[in-house]
Every structure is written in structure tokens, then in C-alpha cells.
């Protein structure tokens, strides 16, 4: 698996599922773009912090996330407030892709009002996907398939025309979720707020799920959304 994230949001929207693939031994990449330093950083700010201090908070509270998730973490630090596609970033993720040869990719969703870094981010991840199927395109390592690829839930769904139309089950994981989630100090404000978009998550993937799943009374939950058809061998 490879996450394609803005800052810490590998944490706050797709948590569950690192951490859910981690503890089933599978590898878990986090492509790191940015470290948030000046849009997601407002404690810092007015706490008087300058650039560089921030820069290695955020990226001290990244590294512990990462951890927590059983996840390894690559930082791009390519500056945020506006994050910037380029076709260097893009080559870089293309990389990422051959070295780890993901069988899925999760990154953001197209559309967010309220943060052009979010689009930005994945506009590359899309591209470095196709482009590190490519024979020709030029860089190591061997091309990839075409993995699968899941749009995390954004801060604003409704604004940003994101459907829940996958219910992760993360009951299981959400103590280790959660304890990521309090290795970013500097937006301690969300932890609240994630933790509730995990349990009305949860009560969707219950009224959704059937009758005889055996689900916990109390199931924690994320919403993702597929831009690409899903192949299956039967409907079920």
C-alpha cells in the first residue's frame, strides 16, 4: 500500500486502514508531501515558532504517527500553502510506486474548496500511478500493475462531492488510530472530531452491512471513495 498524503492527513483520514494492513504484515508506504508547516500549523504560529521550527515539530509528530501506524514514511517536504504539482514531485512519486510496487493506492479526493493542496496532491499521485505503468517512461525499478485506488474521506465531504461508497471496518484498530491521531499535537482540535466521524462511519457500515455480521455494538468506521471501476468475479 502506498498513501499519497498532505501532512498529517494520512492520519485523520485513511489511519484505520494503514494500521488494519500494517497489522496483517503487510507494507505500508506513506508519501509524505509536505509537513503542513504553514496552513495546519496555527498553534506554532502564534506561539511565536519560526519556518524551521515548525517544519521539524510537524515532521517529529509525522515520524511518530507513522510508527504508531506501523507504517514507514518518505518526506518530500515540497512546502505547502499552495503544494505545487510539478513533474519533479510527480518523478518522485513514480519511484516511490516502482520501488514498492503497491497493490493499493490511497491518496485525496479531486475536489477540495477549502485546501487546493488537497487536488494537488492527487493530481501527482494519479499521474505517477499511470506513469510508473509506463515501459518507456524513464527512472529505476520495474513498472507496475494498475493497484486499485481509494480516495480518503475529506474534512468536507459534502463541499467536496465525496460519496461514501467504501465502509472500512477499523473497530479492531482504532486504539492504535487514535493513538497516531494524538502524536499530532499541533491539530489536537481534530482528535474529537475524527474520533466522531469514525463512530457515525461506524453506524453506516452497521446499517449497511446485513444482519448476521456479528459487528461490535460500538463500530469505528472510514469512508473512501473508488474513482475507478472495481473488478470482482461475482456480486456479492
Not at 140 to 149: C, F
Not at 177 to 194: P, S, T
Request: hydrophobic share 40%; proline share 6%; with cysteine.
Amino acid at each position: 500500500m502506498v498513501v499519497t498524503a498532505h501532512a498529517g492527513d494520512f492520519v485523520w483520514r485513511a489511519g484505520g486502514a494503514i494500521a488494519l494492513a500494517a497489522s496483517r504484515g503487510e507494507k505500508v508506504t506513506i508519501a509524505c508531501l509536505t509537513f503542513g508547516e504553514r496552513g495546519e500549523s496555527a498553534k506554532a504560529w502564534r506561539e511565536g515558532k519560526k519556518l524551521d521550527e515548525i517544519k521539524a515539530i510537524r515532521r517529529e509528530e509525522a515520524e511518530r504517527a507513522a510508527a504508531a501506524l506501523g507504517a514507514a514514511v518518505r518526506f518530500f517536504d515540497a512546502g505547502d500553502y499552495p503544494l505545487t504539482a510539478t513533474a519533479e514531485l510527480t518523478d518522485q512519486l513514480v519511484t516511490v510506486y516502482r520501488e514498492t510496487q503497491p497493490d493499493v493506492v490511497l491518496t485525496h479526493p479531486t475536489e477540495d474548496p477549502y485546501n487546493g493542496d488537497h487536488p494537488a496532491a492527487n493530481r501527482m499521485a494519479l499521474e505517477a500511478r499511470v506513469l510508473a505503468q509506463a515501459i518507456g517512461y524513464p527512472g529505476e525499478g520495474e513498472i507496475i500493475g494498475a493497484p486499485p485506488v481509494f480516495y480518503f474521506e475529506p474534512h468536507q465531504p459534502e463541499m467536496s462531492g465525496f460519496r461514501p461508497e467504501v465502509l472500512l471496518d477499523i473497530t479492531e484498530v482504532w486504539e492504535t488510530k487514535r493513538a497516531a491521531m494524538e502524536c499530532l499535537g499541533a491539530q489536537q482540535h481534530l482528535w474529537d472530531y475524527y474520533t466522531d466521524l469514525a463512530v457515525r462511519r461506524g453506524v453506516q457500515l452497521k446499517r449497511n452491512a446485513g444482519p448476521n455480521l456479528g459487528l461490535a455494538h460500538r463500530t469505528m468506521a472510514e469512508a473512501f471513495m473508488r474513482p475507478y471501476p472495481q473488478i470482482a468475479k461475482e456480486l456479492a
